[in-house]
Structures are given as structure tokens and as C-alpha cells.
């Protein structure tokens, strides 16, 4: 099992219009083969979210990012991004 958690920063003001598209992002995501958890979350500092994501495998992971919705809706996400995303890559022991 592999886990993702994607850490990202959001300008000011613009939560709302990131949390509509992230949350189109999680739906579908969700329903992906391979795909075991994935979430939307808020951090305690303001502005700051996490993607929480488990897959069944590498494959599944690749599929994620090879997908359209992925593909799109992060395209549109990053408007409102404060930078690039921290991505940390897990691996279940």
C-alpha cells in the first residue's frame, strides 16, 4: 500500500474558490480503481491544506496522475495555490 500526503498553501482570500475545485478533486478521485483513501484536509494554520490519499499500488498512483480530473482540476487549483505543493510519498511497512 502507498500513501501520498500533498501539503499546500493557499493565497489569501481565496480558500473558498480552492476548497470547491479540491473537493471536485476528491470526488473523483475517489472513484479510481486502486484508489483506497482520499482527502481534503485543513491544517491549524490558515491557508494551509492536505491532500491524504492510500492506493492500492504504484499503478494506482500512476493512473491518478495520468488522469483527466487530475490533470485539470490541479491545473485550475493552482490559481490559488501559494506555490508548488510539498508532496511526501509513503510506503505501508
Not at 493565497?11 to 486502486?34: I, T
Amino acid at each position: 500500500m502507498l500513501g501520498v500526503v500533498a501539503q499546500i498553501t493557499v493565497k489569501q482570500g481565496a480558500e473558498a474558490q480552492f476548497e470547491e475545485l479540491a473537493n471536485q478533486m476528491v470526488q473523483a478521485s475517489r472513484q479510481e480503481e486502486g484508489c483506497l483513501e482520499y482527502g481534503l484536509w485543513r491544517t491549524e494554520v490558515a491557508g494551509q491544506y492536505a491532500f491524504v490519499e492510500r492506493y492500492k499500488d504504484e499503478a494506482a498512483v500512476e493512473a491518478h496522475r495520468k488522469s483527466d480530473h487530475f490533470r485539470q482540476i490541479g491545473r485550475a487549483m493552482g490559481a490559488f495555490m501559494e506555490g508548488a505543493p510539498t508532496v511526501l510519498r509513503l510506503t505501508a511497512v
